[in-house]
């Protein structure tokens, strides 16, 4: 029977969103605390946009240390054989990587303006597939944009020369959100009877029914015979109204009525980093976490009520479908209400030192301190805001990786100004 894995694309879907976005160290700590949680897949960014290339370079480095593992990195680009070239000439490391094409009559009416047919899509998509097969790499997914206002059979089709031409797997985009649990699980299911080849869940939350969908789509895609893969980012943070909230998707997953005693996670996720995860996306995109969010909002285990809360104190399953400390919640917080030293763009080496050995890191001389302050001042120009401790412990123990990530120069651009 197929299983269940999470593909979490904060790191691309996440960012890409308007009025939102992250540093490339922020990014980062996404991969590592997604790492941590046992998250299958991290979509780590665009391979062909030059401000991500040393980012994306750095994090396949932190894979080769090992602080990556076993988390697959993978690379979005679209379909087509020009960004394959691109994306191995920046990233040569690259080793999982999804092509995107859209493959709705509306989109290649409306996007590619008649130049375009649906054999054309299927030949673009095809090149690049072949193009990106000729590297080594080790797995690639192909994506169906737009996918629930595509024909079935042609979607079929479309899949079909996908898997004839070594796709690992296709994703399935809800990309408008348009699809209804009912719907999307009969096309999963039938891409996957019909295909025979794994299926990603790619669900939107315009209609509110982002985690609902990837839920039904995955169920689709195994009662079909084949592994479903569920994409999340962290918070739901996504285009629009976002994407299928990684937390609310995995406890859905867990505890749900009959799901997680017959559909199972094919690597397991350990639901006590929520909290930390999501707080931390939080801060870093500076979107305050609703208070009703499943599992990690201010209220979802809070009660007022008499009725509620004399229940809940006699049991709480009366009325608490699972445990705070499920999502890793419990644990009080130390706000600092007197005086604060934070780290900021123009820290200086006294406040630094004193804020490293609180969390008691010590470094070998006074080089090695000015080193590590300047490479924390320079993330703070990146975030615009005093970098959590996890951010600061990074950028200590990997100075030479935190190094990468904050070198921000335009790439093969003439000089300016000359
Ligand atoms: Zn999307």
């Excluded at 990195?73 to 070239?85: M, N, Q, Y």
């Excluded at 191995?88 to 509306?106: A, E, G, Y």
């Excluded at 479903?228 to 299928?244: D, K, L």
């Amino acid at each position: 029977m197929g299983k269940i894995y999470i593909i979490d694309v904060t790191n691309r879907d996440g960012v890409q969103t308007a009025n939102l976005g992250l540093s490339k160290l922020e990014k980062t700590m996404i991969n590592i605390y997604l790492n941590e949680m046992g998250v299958f897949q991290s979509e780590f960014g665009f391979p062909t946009t030059k401000h991500e290339a040393f980012y994306l370079e750095a994090n396949e480095e932190l894979a080769e240390l090992g602080l990556l593992k076993p988390i697959h990195l993978s690379g979005w680009i679209r379909a087509t054989a020009d960004d394959v070239e691109t994306a191995f000439k920046l990233v040569p490391k690259l080793k999982h990587l999804n092509l995107s094409i859209s493959t709705s009559d509306q989109m290649i009416q409306g996007k590619f303006q008649g130049r375009k047919t649906r054999d054309d899509i299927i030949l673009m998509m095809v090149d690049a597939l072949e193009a990106a097969r000729s590297h080594e790499l080790e797995t690639v997914g192909v994506n169906a944009e737009d996918a629930s206002r595509t024909e079935l059979d042609f979607l079929v089709k479309f899949a079909s020369a996908a898997k004839t031409h070594g796709a690992d797997r296709v994703r399935y985009c809800d990309t408008l959100g348009y699809d209804t649990p009912f719907t999307i699980y009969d096309t999963a299911n039938a891409l996957a009877k019909h295909v025979s080849i794994p299926i990603e869940i790619h669900c939107h939350n315009d209609l509110g029914m982002a985690v609902a969908n990837s839920i039904a789509g995955a169920k689709g895609a195994i009662d079909g015979g084949q592994h479903a893969y569920i994409n999340t980012t962290v918070n739901g943070i996504g285009e629009r109204a976002g994407n299928a909230d990684l937390v609310a998707t995995v406890l859905a997953l867990a505890k749900s009525k009959g799901m997680g005693e017959e559909y199972q996670l094919g690597s397991p996720i350990d639901l006590s980093k929520g909290w930390k995860i999501a707080k931390f996306a939080s801060y870093a995109f500076g979107v305050p976490i609703p208070i009703n969010q499943p599992g990690v909002g201010a209220n979802a285990f809070a009660h007022a009520s008499g009725i509620h809360a004399d229940g809940v104190l006699k049991d709480p399953e009366n009325y608490e479908l699972y445990d705070y400390t499920d999502l890793g919640r419990g644990e009080p917080e130390f706000v600092e209400t007197g005086r604060e030293i934070c780290s900021g763009e123009y820290s200086g080496i006294s406040g630094f030192s004193h804020i490293m050995g609180q969390m008691e890191v010590e470094f070998a001389d006074s080089a090695e301190a000015e080193r590590i302050l300047t490479l924390v001042r320079y993330a703070n120009v990146a975030s615009q805001r005093p970098l959590v401790e996890d951010e600061l412990l990074f950028i200590a123990k990997y100075p030479d990786i935190a190094k990468k990530l904050l070198t921000l120069r335009p790439l093969d651009m003439p000089q300016l100004g000359t």
